[in-house]
Nanobody, 121 residues
């Protein structure tokens, strides 16, 4: 079994900052890419940022220059530092990992339960 547990969501004023964290645990052999997605009410889930095992990052244009993704391979964690938050960043944020379980061959995608981020004055 594999679990991804997120933390760090909440309510923040426009222009403020939040840091999301996600820890992967369980029978993990190797984690390939990790990332964050978000889903706003009435919208589809969208990619926010990803980071590969060797540190290569990718961001959706809407968050470039404001959000920073980082991971700790030794701890199987991925963080998302969110600065200069805007009301349009309001969404449920989901952690995602592409990983291979012990005894497995191919990578599969796993999701956390989601954490609410609300940007409002």
């Amino acid at each position: 079994q594999v679990q991804l547990v997120e933390s760090g969501g909440g309510l923040v004023q426009p222009g403020g900052s939040l840091r999301l964290s996600c820890a992967a645990s369980g029978s993990i052999f190797v984690i390939n890419a990790m990332g964050w997605y978000r889903q706003a009410p009435g919208k589809q889930r969208e990619l926010v940022a990803t980071v590969t095992s060797n540190g290569r990052t990718n961001y959706v244009d809407a968050v470039k220059g404001r959000f920073t993704i980082s991971r700790d391979n030794a701890k199987n964690t991925v963080d998302l530092q969110m600065n200069s938050l805007k009301p349009e960043d309001t969404a449920v944020y989901y952690c995602n990992a592409n990983l291979i379980v012990r005894g497995g061959i191919a990578g599969n995608f796993y999701w956390g339960q989601g954490t609410q981020v609300t940007v409002s004055s």
